[in-house]
């Protein structure tokens, strides 16, 4: 494999078979390609992906409403409209930013992972849901969504397992995204019991330029066995700088190194843009 680094005006990009890897501070940026960021939005996760046919889908809306800043600098000033959001679990640093996104933009459907919680708040979340008339599904089986003809979105989690769960971050959706030659796997907050289910069910399918780290490389996710069904050439760890939980483990930097896999990690990088033109 060739690789070339192209410095931008606030960023770098690193290109390498096909997918653009960068570390963005402020710039505004619109691609024709695929584009997928994950934001620097503290301890939790939120990506936004844009693809070359119009769709801006929200994965996951962080902690607090400053994920509402980080799509007002990557979206265009006039683009108002998310086609889609999905909440890969009802753990407040993955949807509580959702409040305020529902202020801002004009959200046409939202997919939930259809796991019980007691949560008032979010609770709360699902009856403003209603309340705007948004129409959402409950997810407890796999899902393909088409986003034109070559992008496609794959949960392959929640499934009929989803009632034997034991934790709520092993109720994650979990996707795969697929353009073109180009895969990306989505991991939420998935646990080594989750990882180990899906192994076994999808096997090789698991495949994967690119790995999003599951639950913030905490020692609970990551295992071995999941790095070699993966077997991704990047991996993105969404974590919070000096967070309490002391994430990401060693354990886990430690076995990203071993498979030889480049990581970044947005307590170090900032928001990480991964742009591929297939």
């Known amino acids: 494999r060739t690789a070339r680094i192209i410095i931008a005006l606030t960023a770098t990009w690193f290109v390498v078979s096909g997918i653009v890897l960068g570390v963005v501070l402020h710039e505004y940026y619109v691609t024709t390609k695929i584009q997928l960021s994950v934001f620097d939005i503290g301890q939790g996760d939120a990506m936004l992906l844009r693809t070359p046919y119009g769709h801006d889908v929200l994965i996951d809306a962080g902690p607090t409403s400053a994920v509402v800043n980080k799509l007002g600098n990557t979206l265009p000033w006039y683009n108002r409209d998310l086609e889609l959001v999905i909440i890969t679990h009802p753990h407040t640093d993955h949807y509580r930013g959702l409040f305020e996104v529902l202020k801002r933009y004009q959200v046409k459907k939202i997919i939930l992972s259809d796991v019980h919680t007691t949560s008032m708040q979010y609770q709360n979340l699902i009856a403003q849901l209603e309340a705007r008339h948004i129409p959402t599904i409950f997810l407890n089986h796999p899902m393909r969504l088409r986003m034109g003809h070559d992008v496609t979105l794959d949960l392959l989690f929640p499934d009929h397992a989803l009632g034997k769960v034991r934790t709520m ?46 639950h913030h490389g905490s020692k609970t996710s990551t295992t071995e066995a999941w790095l070699k069904a993966v077997n991704p050439d990047y991996a993105v760890i969404s974590v919070g700088a000096k967070n309490s939980y002391r994430h990401p483990h060693p354990s886990v930097i430690e076995r990203l190194q071993e498979h030889g896999i480049t990581t970044y990690r947005t307590d170090q990088d900032g928001d990480i843009t991964m742009t591929s033109d297939g």
């Open 169 to 214: 971050n092993d109720a994650s959706i979990v996707g795969r995204l697929r353009y073109q030659q180009q895969r990306f796997l989505l991991a939420g907050d998935l646990e080594a019991k989750g990882e180990q289910y899906l192994i076994a069910k999808y096997h090789m399918s698991l495949r994967a330029n690119v790995l999003k780290v599951g």
